[in-house]
């Protein structure tokens, strides 16, 4: 059985990749900080598919976790596919987060996928196969939030990820790479954030299942970037070709009187 690497795989579309992943006939790695939480949704998904998943708690702000993961990387059962999943976002201004949350969203949003990325590429371009899923946001594509660093960190993630995946080094070790931008998804991402939940209308809120099944669709197809929906992908084509200026104010304000 093919083996994936899940990190954030304790809720929203973590869990639901390792649903989908799991019905699919993937042995599973879940990656997250609460070894209680890994522990109940390991075994459900091995009661329920029968497949072997292994748990793997860390901290991807810290340089232990990371390490922690990119050993695992590097070792047997060979991780055929690796889905950097957790990420995080605030709904405070930013000056008002302090430099060191900032600097954890940062070490999460972007480093850990860095170096996740970096240590499964090293053993996938010896193998010469493997596929990594990048999951960023629509808000990557423009100024969606003001007052924020989450967009500017999935505008990296997205950036990166196109980087890598249309490269020669890449293509030519037959190596998948899609950036995945979700628009709003019904997980726990909100309500950890303090986001509140009433915009927007629920019209617009997508489930995390089709997210991840679309995702890992796109994937298989070769999409450099996967973005589920109809709404979010005319959303994602107003932020890449709208003037900036116009899209800046429609954008929603962390610090302004509204919120
Ligand atoms: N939901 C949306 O509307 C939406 C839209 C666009 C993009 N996204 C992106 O989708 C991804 C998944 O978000 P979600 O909505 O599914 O979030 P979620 O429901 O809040 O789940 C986050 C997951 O990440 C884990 N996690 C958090 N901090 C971690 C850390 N320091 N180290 C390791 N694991 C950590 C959490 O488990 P522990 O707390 O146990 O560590 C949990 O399993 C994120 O990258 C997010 O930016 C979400």
């Keep these: 059985m093919p083996t994936a690497l899940v990190t954030g795989a304790t809720a929203g579309l973590g869990k639901a990749f390792t649903r989908a992943l799991a019905e699919q006939g993937w042995d599973l790695v879940l990656v997250a900080r609460s070894g209680t939480d890994l522990e109940r949704h390991a075994a459900?998904?091995?009661?329920?598919?029968?497949?072997?998943?292994?748990?793997?708690?860390?901290?991807?702000?810290?340089?232990?976790?990371?390490?922690?993961?990119?050993?695992?990387?590097?070792?047997?059962?060979?991780?055929?596919?690796?889905?950097?999943?957790?990420?995080?976002?605030?709904?405070?201004?930013?000056?008002?987060?302090?430099?060191?949350?900032?600097?954890?969203?940062?070490?999460?949003?972007?480093?850990?996928?860095?170096?996740?990325?970096?240590?499964?590429?090293?053993?996938?371009?010896?193998?010469?196969?493997?596929?990594?899923?990048?999951?960023?946001?629509?808000?990557?594509?423009?100024?969606?939030?003001?007052?924020?660093?989450?967009p500017a960190s999935k505008a990296w993630i997205i950036g990166f990820t196109e980087s890598l995946a249309t490269s020669r080094q890449v293509r030519s070790a037959g190596i998948r790479m899609t950036a995945l931008l979700p628009g709003y998804t019904r997980t726990e991402f909100h309500q950890r954030a303090g986001i509140p939940t009433t915009f927007p209308p629920a019209w617009l809120w997508l489930d995390a299942d089709d997210v991840a099944r679309t995702a890992l669709q796109d994937l298989r197809r070769g999409k450099v970037l996967s973005i589920p929906s109809s709404r979010y992908k005319i959303a994602a084509w107003g932020l890449r070709h709208l003037p900036r200026a116009l899209s800046r104010k429609f954008a929603w304000d962390i610090s302004g009187p509204a919120h």
């Design 44 to 150: 459900r998904l091995a009661l329920g598919h029968g497949t072997r998943v292994d748990v793997l708690p860390a901290d991807l702000t810290t340089d232990e976790g990371c390490a922690a993961v990119t050993a695992r990387l590097a070792g047997d059962p060979a991780v055929d596919l690796l889905v950097n999943n957790a990420g995080i976002g605030y709904e405070r201004p930013f000056l008002d987060t302090g430099i060191e949350a900032e600097e954890r969203l940062l070490d999460l949003n972007v480093r850990a996928v860095l170096r996740l990325t970096n240590a499964a590429l090293e053993q996938m371009t010896k193998r010469r196969s493997g596929a990594i899923l990048n999951v960023a946001s629509v808000a990557g594509l423009g100024p969606a939030w003001l007052s924020s660093t989450y």
